[in-house]
């Protein structure tokens, strides 16, 4: 029998019921579901609407509840349509005809909003650990790259050399605003809708302040009706989580490339690869790959939800409860994937001498040749024609750049020695860029950055 059955002279048919059930998924809510009720039972106490052993005994069958559920003896009823409904119930076992009054001036359109905020709060803090698990270990691969340098990519084609600290740094720079924004999606969805009610609040004399005080919520909603159909918070959170697997895509992507026998820039670890079922000589990058692949679903619970969002009338309707399963999805992949891609990173065998070769060769260095002469006063555009036109030559006729510079009037010795290898990476010295210098400075910030986002 269900909670609503009052109404209602005939039963719900089995298709009806297999279509809306959310218990399969919504039993994720159940402990912040037994937080909000004796949160609600401590209100109602508080303003006078159960007395003192009304409450105590609630709180004591809402305690059973939370030990039977911990040890897997809670018994299902095939009439709990979702936890919330699943928890009273058994509630009202458990505490007889003072259980009948656990809903007074609740509605689950409150509860499952108070539920499903709460778990985001929380989820989302522990989640701003793992990526912040994943910046220190760019910060540990950075400083132990020390001056190892590698090409610098624009358009995937060698554009200038950089150090290989600088480029660990650039993912976690990413990284660490994704943890801001987490943060702020924390402290915007701080706020309780619990006393809502159904959408308008309620004759009884309830106080919202008390429960959201209890629950540890920043701030009671504003006006009830939004407070029970707002789920920007799930469509900011699921944002966030995609932002972080589209950067953890393209860390994959690098670790594919990288790892690959064209670049051979890295070797990953064993416990981080795969094999093949029919090539021998097979060491793939599975979990780079999934970090990849899987940033597709993660954009597709954004989109799928902002879908269901984007018509629905005020208030409250049961579209709503397709907010969960994407949340769900995305929390855990990303938790997942935090973890996968640390773990390869950390335990990365960096190929420097490679890396250096590749940046080291031809016309890599160009743009120095350039910023040479316009220290002698040359406009910049007359540089980088002079240079490119180097550059063209030396392709076309197949000799040395460095050649061509010595034998150029306006560049010589002293220019060439600019081609020698890994000269141009230390000449990167302006703040923010990729040489020695302020790869160093940037270290310090980055570390700085780190720790200011612990506290
Ligand atoms: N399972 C529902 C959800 O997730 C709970 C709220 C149901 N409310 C209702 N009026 N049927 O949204």
């Known amino acids: ?39 609600h039972v401590e209100g109602l106490v508080h303003v006078g609407l159960l007395t003192q052993d009304e409450g105590t005994s609630l709180l004591q069958a809402l305690e059973t509840v939370a030990q039977e559920l911990a040890s897997n003896s809670f018994l299902f009823d095939p009439s709990d349509e979702d936890i919330h409904t699943a928890v009273e119930r058994r509630v009202t076992e458990l505490a007889g005809p003072t259980g009948a009054k656990l809903h007074t001036g609740r509605s689950r359109n409150d509860q499952v909003a108070t539920d499903l905020r709460l778990w985001t709060k929380r989820e989302l803090r522990e989640l701003e650990e793992d990526v912040l698990e994943v910046c220190r270990v760019l910060e540990q691969s950075a400083t132990a790259a020390g001056a190892t340098y590698l090409p610098g990519y624009t358009h995937v084609q060698r554009a200038q050399p950089v150090l290989l600290a600088h480029h660990f740094l650039a993912h976690g720079w990413a990284l660490l605003r994704d943890v801001d924004r987490l943060r702020e999606c924390r402290e915007r969805l701080d706020v309780s809708p619990l006393g809502a009610g159904a959408l308008a609040g ?26 029970v159909s707002d789920r920007d918070f799930v469509a900011e959170a699921l944002f966030d989580l995609a932002m972080i697997g589209i950067h953890l895509s393209r860390m994959g ?56 969002l984007k018509g629905l009338p005020l208030s409250y309707n049961r579209d709503l409860q397709e907010d969960k399963e994407p949340l769900f999805d995305s929390v855990r992949q990303v938790r997942l994937g935090l973890r996968a891609i640390a773990g390869a990173y950390s335990t990365l065998t960096i190929h420097g001498t490679v890396m250096q070769r590749a940046a080291d060769g031809g016309s890599i260095a160009a743009i120095d040749l350039a910023e040479y002469l316009v220290l002698q006063h040359v406009p910049f555009r007359e540089a980088h024609s002079i ?59 980055f570390r700085a950055a780190i720790e200011s986002a612990r506290r």
């Open 202 to 227: 309620s004759s009884l004399p309830l106080d919202p302040d008390f429960v959201a005080a209890r629950l540890g919520f920043a701030r009671r909603f504003e006006n009830s009706m939004d407070a």
């Open 387 to 445: 240079v490119a036109s180097l550059v063209r030559k030396s392709i076309d006729e197949g000799v040395s750049l460095g050649d061509l510079v010595v034998a150029h009037p306006q560049l010589g010795a002293d220019a060439a020695a600019l081609l020698q290898p890994g000269v141009a990476v230390t000449r990167r010295t302006t703040p923010g860029g990729a040489g020695p210098a302020p790869v160093a400075l940037q270290l310090d910030r």
């Open 1 to 39: 029998m269900t909670l609503w059955h009052g109404r209602f002279s005939g039963q719900m048919d089995q298709a009806m019921a297999d279509y809306t059930v959310s218990l399969p998924f919504d039993r994720a809510l159940a402990t912040e579901d037994l937080l909000g009720s004796a949160a």
């Open 253 to 308: 992507e690098e670790l594919v490339l990288w790892s690959s026998e064209e670049f051979g820039f890295c070797t990953l670890d064993d416990g981080f690869s795969s094999g093949s079922s029919m090539l021998p000589q097979k060491k793939n990058a599975d979990a780079a790959e999934l970090a990849r692949g899987k940033s597709g679903r993660l954009i597709g619970n954004l989109t799928g939800l902002l879908v269901t």
